[in-house]
Structures are given as C-alpha cells and as structure tokens.
C-alpha cells in the first residue's frame, strides 16, 4: 500500500522567525506578520493573476520538525493527548504544512504576504489561490478545538516538536 513519492521545492519562505520556539502557531494569530514568499525564477510566471485574490494557500515542508513521530501529540492548545490527525502538529508521516496567508503584493517571482507562521528558510511546495466558495464549508465543525478558541491568536510556539 505503501508508495514513494518525491517532491521539489519550488521556492522559499522568507520569514522574520528564525526557530520554531515564539512563533505564531497558526496565520490568526500571526496578525502584521510579513514574509516573502520567494519562487525559483523558472516559476514566475506561475504568479500570474495571483494578485487578484486576497489570500493563498501555502504548502510547505517542515523542515525544522523533529524527526520523531507520534500518533498521540499534546497540542499548543490542550493539555490533553489528541490523536495527531485531529491536530496540526508539525512532527507528521509527512512533514507537509499549510498556512492561508494574505496576500499584499505579488512582483516578478515573489510574493509578499501578511499572517505569516512559518520559520525563515522554509521549503515551498506549492501555492493554491484561497477561494471561500471552496474552501470554507458551510456548516464546518472544530472538535475539541472549540474549547480552546480565544487561545488561538495569543498562543506561541515552544520546543515541544524540535
């Protein structure tokens, strides 16, 4: 069941946050945070018409999670032991993470961008254009999220998934 899969980075984040540790733990609670999202040249005209939207969806590698992964993580926002798909620990399978981002400005092969939570220096792996209509349903449930709500925006990271 199992395949191999292999991706490149097509870029980088450029961020003002050189470790994970008092990092935002999510784009809310990144508010005035900028970064540059800086594609390789030969991605450049990728960006085209990216300006007319708001926002995006960045992928990326987490580069800086630890290598030791477990199926049951105390997240930022919990005492509580959660099973690490109910959560968005970066320790995964698959070290894959996503931020919705604003966008401010889009010039050449770069992108700047507004509620940024990643680390400098991490690996691109795609952006995708955030269209509410597709991405916000109407009637989405949060799980034991909904407990932790006003935490959120104020919570920072720490070195609990170095």
Not at 94 to 116: A, C, F, Q, R
Request: proline share 7%; hydrophobic share 40%.
């Amino acid at each position: 069941m199992e395949a191999q899969f292999q991706y490149n980075s097509i870029g980088v984040i450029h961020t003002l946050f050189e470790s994970p540790e008092e990092m935002p733990i999510q784009p809310i609670g990144a508010d005035g945070a900028v970064g540059t999202v800086e594609l390789d040249p030969s991605y450049a005209e990728g960006v085209q018409d990216l300006d007319g939207f708001t926002h995006c969806i960045l992928l990326y590698h987490f580069h800086a999670a630890g290598d030791t992964v477990s199926l049951q993580v105390k997240p930022f926002l919990d005492d509580t032991n959660r099973g690490l798909f109910a959560t968005r620990a970066p320790q995964r399978p698959n070290p894959i993470g996503l931020s919705v981002v604003e966008i401010d400005s889009v010039t050449d092969h770069e992108v700047t961008v507004k509620g940024i939570d990643v680390i400098d220096g991490t690996p691109l792996l795609d952006i995708k254009p955030f269209v509410p209509q597709f991405d916000v349903p109407d009637a989405a449930e949060t799980g034991w999220l909904d407990a932790s709500k006003s935490a959120i925006q104020s919570k920072r990271a720490d070195d609990r998934f170095l």
